[in-house]
């Protein structure tokens, strides 16, 4: 009979199957989200910037807002984007919406419109979402000189120049702060030619993975926040005293990451502990 | 010829445009502008491209009943139904955007779905790579091991919960090694920028023309 080698438990730990990795990931995960836990998250000081940035504008002022995102980054940019816009329309600062990946702008138009409902804000007046242009190095550059070039009309075909909010908006020199929110290189563009080039305000909202890529514009002083992540959209949550679902979603992801801790302790302790058996020529 | 006028207008059009960099007053900033627009027309016609190449590539698929042909049908249907909901949604509301539009139905319960199930598979997968790839096999490796763990730990409430030094150490590894890293990265890639950006004004690099 054909036995197969019963293997240690170290030997097990240097090896687990993937499939029961993935089983308890999705356990752990989706029990902190079914039940909704999580506390307030402190804030750190690169998302005090960003918050500080958009509390610097007063009643009137205009808030550029990009979005550079689609649904596969949702999960941490839509409640940043959602906090951004309820901290804007709380004190009656103009939004203007626009973007660079086609397929997610209208999920910043969705969250646009929710939040404007919040606060009785109207379009064309209040807020306005000028769409989607494609070449978007040629956007920034172009918005620099007259937005007009380049966003003749907003996304539903309604000139600009008719529409109040934006009857006397023409370049950079008009908008006191762009805010954008990014899963891509977008960000490196925004700051090349909006920032560089015109001395564009301007604080980002970025993935997890994206936020190292912006460390070096925060540094330099060239963007005034970046908000990372999902404890980023957490932090900023706390800083304007709405809980949502940055909040909500942090304990998933603790516990995911002591999870994956857990998993690589465990593999370095099956590895070192089964490390000469596996140097021994085989018999 | 064939090769002397495209070579010509991308010397003079590349010059002109980092003149009007520095000198963006009349007439180089109307001319950059103008420049600008067509450029973000031509954008858009790129996409037109895009569309013929995927309806060619998936109906020659369908009609050798290639490998796979069942999926090129369900793509294909998916474009020609959503540009149909987009048109109807256009009419209908005046923008195919219009949260009542059949396109932003689509959009919310298909598209936005299957964007965040693919993505969302990452999570998966990225826990079993960790687990499999930062192994201490040597001291490079533990290097990596170590500050992965603690950028973690950093990241997350009970990290700071456990000890302040986690967050300090967190915010200090992104700070300092990452963000000089980083920065070395974005240097050499913009040398490289230029250098190749000089190439094609000058005429060294010809591969476009090819």
Known sequence: ????????????????????????????????????????????????GAHEAVESLEAGDYLMV??????????????????????????????????????????GHMALEQVAAEYDAEYGVDYVDLGYRPGYIAVMIAMGREIEDIFRTDYQGTSIREMPITADVHSYADIDL?????????????????????????????????????????????????VGGLKGAAEYETLIGQPGLGTRGMPAQEWGHLLVIGFIVLGNLGYFFTRGKQRKPAA | MRRAVPLAITFLTGLFLVVSFFIPHRPFGELEQRLLVWFAIVAGFTMLLGVDNLIRSHARKITRTSEGWGHSVVL?????????????????????FHLQSPFMFIYSYTIVPLQATMFALLAFFIASASYR??????????????????????????????SE???????WIMTVPQLAAKRGIQIGAALGAVSMSLRIILGIERSYLS
């Open chain 1, 178 to 226: 762009l805010f954008g929110f990014e899963h891509g290189a977008v960000i490196d563009y925004w700051v090349r030619y909006a920032q560089a080039r015109f001395d564009q305000r301007m604080a980002f909202g970025t993935t997890a993975v994206m936020a190292p890529d912006a460390y070096p514009y925060l540094q330099s002083g060239q963007i005034e926040g970046l």
């Open chain 2, 76 to 96: 294909l249907v998916g474009l020609v139904a959503t540009v149909v909901v987009g048109v109807i949604g256009r009419v209908q509301f005046g923008s195919p």
């Open chain 2, 133 to 162: 790839a930062f192994r201490a096999r040597n001291w490079v490796a533990t290097l990596l091991l170590v500050s992965a763990v603690i950028v973690m730990l950093g990241r997350i409430p009970i990290g700071a919960a456990m």
């Open chain 1, 1 to 48: 009979m054909d036995e197969r080698p019963r293997r240690s438990f170290w030997e097990i730990m240097n090896d687990i199957d993937r499939r029961i990795i993935f089983v308890i990931l999705f356990v752990v995960v989706a029990i902190p989200l079914v039940l909704k836990v999580g506390g307030t998250i402190p804030p750190t000081a690169p998302v005090e």
């Open chain 2, 165 to 171: 030094f986690f967050p300090w150490m967190q915010e």
């Open chain 1, 66 to 107: 990009s979005i550079d995102f689609d649904a596969t980054s949702a999960p941490e940019l839509m409640p940043m984007l959602r906090s951004v816009l309820r901290q804007a329309f709380a004190k009656d600062v103009k939004v203007i919406m626009l973007g660079h990946i086609a397929i997610g702008l209208p999920l």
